[in-house]
């Protein structure tokens, strides 16, 4: 951490600040002091050091990390890819392209049982499925809740995919023991305690990025996770919020090769949340493959049409086999290439 | 609801589409045939309706809804301002000027209790003050937690003054029993389930806009505590995020005159997190009251350079009294003028 | 300017880099060794230097700028306010509140001077009208031109009201030379040959922020005109694009004290192309004055329902003596207490 | 267009507003009257309707456009993808990838000889160089400007590449009488003068997004150069402004199928502006490729570390070749697959 103090800071606030810093934050603080103003290097772990409370000093002018402020989401404390393994044998980050699909609510026994097979037989690893569903009015259907997690089981027993399913609230931890992968979702990515009580888990999560959320802050989110003991964390690009309003989220692909880049954690992509559109699923799936994501968690609906919640973004399970067929092609050509 | 078909649209299709909507949703389906498309116009109560619903069909070009998607919250509904009445006669929403003030975080029985009688002094009505923190990061300082609570209580037993604080988990709401006003923080504006818990309480419930919410979200979030039964929500500003990086946030005033025309629930305005400056409060704090805010939210701390979070932006207390008597003088002057 | 070195940089490398930023830039160089890392820091004007060339060095890691990048407009060094006077008298900046008002567009003699009239009479100091409109579609009307700069000049002889009124290509500059204020639209505002061009006349601009520029974008695009020798420079505050819909833009009202402390340059605010929405400019225009802005320029228009553009946004002559009135009025109250 | 009126609106005003359409416009106006709100659809070319016009009525609830404000642009009425040729048969939008490579700014004969022999070599089909550079600071390196013009020429006659480069005024627009491809950088995407000029031109165009554009606003740009009569205009996504700090730019790829589906114009894309890293040109150029991009733009620079603007961004011309080797491999695959 480098801190620009004012020129108007005298020689007796300096030693008191340094001091300060030496002993609540036990690093090392080394001065550089120049004819118009004193720069301070921090040495030492700074990552608890409140950026904030730096700033609020009246003899301060700037102050800039240098270091990361998570650790154990690090690459650099980290440098080999985490690697997680379902409890089938299904890897999620050791350089193959895992395919999560299904539909965005559960809805009966037999949509999620059917879509299950069909994605199945197209080459999805994994079911997705939301049973509790966040949704902007209380008057939208809310999942079928209990129920859902049920029927997301039946399918699992039909079809031997694990699953994945969005957590809504602390409380419904235990509910989701039997569950291969919890999704946290966009708008609970800074829900704290719910990360915190995750982190007590030793269940894989699903960490998607909030709505107008930097990279850096979800690799804070991740490190809550991780800071309480589960380093089972898989990061999950799924469009992020700007002006334009044509998709329903902007898809920041530079995310991926960046996460992999200063994180060890898996990272996949959501493409059909990220565009609102079922027509843009196949070509920003492809450029998320080519952009190096480990896998990819798309919505599909055997009826889009009469789907409860997202239709407009689902695709049916004849596009979604087209989908798989030509991403695994591709994963395939680069992984030859 | 408007919605326009494609041209390619049959007969039958048209047909079988009204009949699905009029038996879901118990609307009544107006259809204008014109020489190139055909609208349809919905009649009644399409709260209910999923947009996404509509949008996934083939037939569907665009749809385009009319009505608000929410009620309780709608002034349309409930033409009188809702004025919220706490223990003490504090009055939110009732013409006048409330003052909420205090640390961002409580740290100790002399620090709230000597800012709680500073801000008392000064005109504020409320003491705000943070007992459960949300951060960025696991490894800062979260909060005094439930220790944080008692303290704020012996505040208000000393000086007076209501106290307001935030939430951060549904199994805490028990611990928030005697604390006068509830806060959602940003984070937490789109956390559905606590929302729901929340609306089965009868406290009243500061409810901030989320980082990147719009007005129309920030209304619906309102709109799930309301519908289960809590009419007593007080709306917050808080800045919005952009690309401008010279403020924490952009905080967006028009939001104020907009919430009060579309809503009936009070609108308060919290400058200290959306500057994230000191120095701006009071000009951002005067504009707030111009603009029509019911009231302010502002952070005060007897010692900034040392606070345990957000020092950057807290006013000392003196900065504070110079606030108040600022925005005082402009409220009197703009109700009599 | 701070730049933070790679821990890999070698002695070599660093004299070798420093000798080129003293050579290339003439600045002092200081060095400060830390135990993991290097820091130098550049003592001297570092405005010339290009951030993007310093970050593209192999060794280094992190580059800041301490100094502000603008010189002419940086309040730094020039600490008095900056008044603009025109050729009536009419000062802007000199702690008065400047009103601005007019249409869109220039349509028609009996218009503008209608206009002009009702605005002079309301107390509006300048007369506002578009004779040379950008326009997002080509088929959209784009001005009157030559024509609408004529009826401006004839509404001015008639009323006595200076004017203002956007310029769109370098070659028009000559049509300009009878306005009292040009105006630089948002679209232009990194229109940089226009900007150079307008610094070599000796009339005072008025430059709107960008779409989506920052506020230190506004400050160097100033500068640009600055550096040529044209000091008089009015900036404005027209709302940003952000991901908020219900308004055409985001009134930034930060930016008001923000530039007027970072600047000693006018600062005005456009309520009207802000929020799109004539309601909300009485509210919005308030807000301003009390956030101390040196003026605003509001849209009116004699019959709104048939501009022939951004009627939405316009005001009646009625409306707009209401706000002027109220402005007033609150700009007199805020001077005296 | 689709136009909800107000429930008041009165037989008369219905009456009257109708006339008014149909007489202004051509438009054919039907009417849907319901219980409680009455709808007009407009039939005919409503391109030249302003929608503000709409909106300011005093009976209207809202509007909204159905059919595109764009037609020469459009793909509905130019099914075909447009193709451009240039004068030694290199072809845009035929299907095939095209690469565009070279320095940011040309700086020397043997800086942009060396670079357009070492990408040609590479399989780049045309050179890019700015010799008029839009920089953010006056007081930065503004291009060798006329100079670099022929710097350029000359690596042309040495290479055989044609050449693409940017033009900063209207009134250079004979200067750029020989240069392949002009051109419009996104500060200028809505400096609507230069596009009517270019518009008169027959010169290919390379349209850059704007920093906050939509994909409409771009499609708008281009349509004011197709309707001056020159239909040669070549998109490119660059990056939009958004909150996240990590990049420079956040890369839309969905930008590309979007556009490639709304018009019929060639989409190319930049991922050395969109992202301001060097590192992260390799992932997102195989990402656009994947997502259908008709070409790159790429900066190469023979010495980035002396590179004089975006150094950060450039490739050397060994990390050149690689990317064009990846992306034509990938191109063959997806072409053959």
Not at 194 to 218: D, V
Not at 242 to 265: C, F, Q
Not at 268 to 279: L, R
Request: proline share 4%.
């Amino acid at each position: 951490m480098i801190i620009v103090l004012k020129p108007e800071c005298s020689k007796e606030q300096l030693i008191s600040f340094k001091e300060n810093l030496t002993n609540n934050y036990g690093v090392k603080v080394n001065t550089w002091e120049g004819v118009h103003s004193t720069v301070l290097g921090l040495i030492g772990d700074t990552t608890a050091i409140d950026i904030d409370y730096i700033s609020a000093q009246d003899i301060v002018e700037d102050v800039r990390r240098v270091q990361e402020p998570y650790k154990k989401a690090n690459r650099k404390f980290h440098p080999e890819d985490t690697v997680i393994e379902l409890s089938n044998g299904t890897k999620i980050g050791d350089g193959s392209l895992v395919l999560m699909a299904g539909p965005c609510s559960v809805e009966s026994s037999s949509q999620v049982c059917e879509i299950a097979r069909s994605v199945k037989e197209s080459g999805a690893h994994i079911l997705r499925g939301g049973a509790f569903k966040p949704r902007t009015s209380p008057y939208a259907f809310q999942g079928l809740k209990a129920e859902g997690l049920d029927l997301l089981k039946q399918a699992r027993r039909e079809t031997g995919l694990p699953i994945v399913t969005e957590i809504m609230r602390t409380s419904h931890i235990d509910m989701f023991e039997n569950v291969d992968i919890i999704q946290v979702g966009a708008r609970n990515m800074q829900n704290f305690e719910l990360l915190k009580e995750l982190g007590k888990t030793n269940k894989p999560i699903l960490l998607k990025r909030g709505l107008a959320s930097t990279i850096e802050e979800l690799l804070m989110s991740a490190e809550y996770i991780m800071a309480e003991g589960n380093d089972k964390v898989i990061l999950c690009e799924r469009g992020i919020r700007t002006y334009e309003t044509y998709t329903r989220n902007t898809l920041d692909l530079s995310a991926v090769p960046i996460l992999k880049s200063l994180s060890h954690l898996p990272v996949i992509v959501d493409p059909s949340h990220a565009t609102g559109k079922s027509w843009l699923v196949e070509s920003m799936s492809m450029a998320a493959v080519a952009a190096g994501a480990d896998g990819l968690i798309i919505e599909v609906h055997n009826n889009p049409k009469c789907a409860l919640c997202d239709g407009a973004q689902s695709l049916t399970p004849e596009q979604f086999d087209r989908v798989a067929k030509r991403v695994n092609g591709l994963k395939s050509y680069l992984t030859n290439n």
